[in-house]
């Protein structure tokens, strides 16, 4: 392990599995990782998002060496994210992650930092589909005993439905795994009656997505699988023209007619009804005395207006942001003929040449080749003519030539200027900005996509320079454009 260097660990939920269900922190979790690790097909569900990333996919029951091989790799100072469908935090990876922590001994501050980032659970975006199933209390019980003692699912069932809860039934059946759903339908059936409304909404929001209404005694006529939730009415639960709901209560007080107020009943205070608090409080001084937050607004009167969004504030722009703006501006292709934008080079001034190779970055100075960065994947470079160089963790090293006519092969693409006495470290601080490959990779697909083309020695080329010359510059760039932050 390299003792200094601090690793991160995302652990992100990536909602049910298509691209309008994603968040965009989940999304920037990806992007940064320079190691992802997920089931398999919760990897397919966003392989499209991982182009150029170290990617471990593991199978069903091999959860604790996923969450091991995530902690290890954070740890030793690598950026991991580890992905789960839905809500990492519900049934998902991120309780096993923290038990593999407190094994050995991780404490806040240590590497790895541990991020986690919600995601969609299955419950919301089942429910979504089916109409509003949830707007009063419900339970989430899974069927799955691998890891859980049958009599305690048992017990929750019976809880459950004693207590009234809409139930969502996650893991519902498998193959293997028939008779727990029937089980917990007999259960139910002694609490609610058959006509109780179940949804079963299977593979939520991918290509796969079915959606069956059912009722407490039919339901298990239906196809359920693993990719199954199952959601079972309270008693108050009704469908109407298709629509699955479980009201609030709203008509307990009011009349939904013209929104009045039912005798005895008052606005803010809790709904009158035999047995309620208030009336079992005898006298004041039972009243307990807690800290209460008091909110603004929630018994402002409806009013209605235009929104005008508050001006933005202009960030102050320090003088090497400004020129590398101007520069931007200046450079700014013309989208639609971005491509017939070759120019000419006549600068005199000192011109390096980079381009990749296996994720490290090649680049080219007076006849000499420096290579910086690490591999990100396993790369002989006897293959791009050079001779291999033995693994040390280094920030550049210079490559000896084995094959002149394989090097011409290759392709360097983007063209940068610097002062001469420009070390490789210094260009290795450009565009291995604070260590973070995912922000290099971008840095470099950026470039890539907003630069001017231009010929320099009958090649053409990608021409950088006005990314500027100091790692500041180029931070600011960066920042400015393509994080678009201040
Ligand atoms: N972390 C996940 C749940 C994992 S447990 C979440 O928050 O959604 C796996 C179970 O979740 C499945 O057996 C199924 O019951 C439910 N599930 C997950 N994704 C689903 C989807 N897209 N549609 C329907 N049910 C889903």
Redesign the pocket.
């Known amino acids: 392990m390299s003792g200094d260097l601090k690793g991160k660990l995302n652990i992100v939920?990536i909602g049910?599995?298509n691209d309008l269900h994603i968040t965009p922190a989940a999304l920037a979790a990806i992007k940064e990782a320079d190691s992802i690790i997920g089931y398999t097909t919760y990897i397919n569900l966003v392989k499209h998002h991982l182009n150029g990333k170290q990617v471990t996919r593991t199978g069903m029951t091999e959860e604790i060496t996923r969450a091991q091989t995530a902690v290890e790799n954070a740890k030793s100072g690598q950026t991991v994210t580890l992905i789960?469908?839905?809500?990492?935090g519900?049934?998902?990876m991120a309780g096993l992650v923290f038990e593999v922590l407190r094994k050995i001994g991780w404490k806040r501050g240590d590497s790895p930092e541990i991020k986690m980032i919600p995601?969609i659970?299955?419950d919301s975006?089942?429910g979504s589909l089916v109409g509003a199933p949830m707007v009063h209390d419900s339970a989430r019980i899974?069927l799955s005993d691998l890891l859980t003692p049958w009599p305690v699912i048992e017990n929750r069932i019976e809880s459950a439905a004693k207590g009234d809860f809409v139930i969502n039934l996650?893991?519902?059946a498998s193959g293997r795994r028939q008779r727990q759903i029937v089980e917990a339908a007999r259960i139910i059936q002694k609490y609610r009656p058959g006509t109780t409304p179940v949804a079963l909404?299977?593979?939520?929001?991918?290509r796969q997505e079915t959606i069956q209404f059912s009722d407490l005694d039919h339901f298990l006529e239906f196809e359920i699988g693993?990719?199954?939730?199952v959601i079972i009415g309270s008693s108050q639960s009704f469908v109407y023209e298709g629509f699955f709901v479980t009201p609030r209560g709203y008509s307990n007080k009011y009349s939904l007619e013209d929104g009045s107020l039912k005798p005895g009943q008052n606005r803010a205070v809790s709904l009158r009804t035999e047995g309620d608090l208030t009336s079992r409080v005898s006298n004041t001084s039972d009243l307990p005395n807690l800290n209460i937050t008091k909110i603004q607004g929630a018994f402002v009167k409806t009013s209605t207006t235009v929104f005008q969004g508050e001006e933005e504030e202009k960030p102050q722009q320090d003088s090497s942001v400004a020129v590398a703006l101007s520069a931007l501006k200046f450079l700014e292709p013309d989208r639609n003929t971005k491509k017939e934008k070759v120019s000419e080079l006549r600068s005199e001034e000192e011109i390096c040449y980079l381009g990749r190779i296996g994720g490290a970055i090649l680049y080219k100075r007076k006849e000499k080749h420096f290579l910086i960065g690490k591999f990100k994947r396993p790369t002989n470079l006897e293959d791009f003519g050079f001779h291999n160089i033995s693994e040390e963790n280094q920030k550049w090293k210079e490559l000896t030539v084995k094959n002149l006519e394989k090097i011409s092969g290759n392709k360097l693409e983007i063209l940068i200027s610097f002062p001469v006495e420009t070390s490789p470290e210094m260009i290795y601080d450009l565009f291995a900005i604070h260590r973070n490959s995912s922000i290099s990779e971008r840095l470099w697909n950026y470039t890539k996509d907003n630069s001017k083309k231009v010929i320099w020695e009958n090649e053409e080329y990608i021409d950088a320079r006005w990314l500027g010359n100091s790692p500041s510059q180029v931070w600011s760039v960066f920042r400015d454009n393509i994080l678009k932050c201040d």
Not at 84 to 88: F, Q, T, Y
Not at 201 to 206: E, G, I, L
Request: contains cysteine; glycine residues 16%.
């Open positions: 939920g049910p599995g789960s469908s839905g809500d990492a519900v049934y998902g995601g659970s299955a975006s089942c899974s996650y893991n519902p909404v299977k593979s939520a929001y991918r693993m990719n199954t939730t």
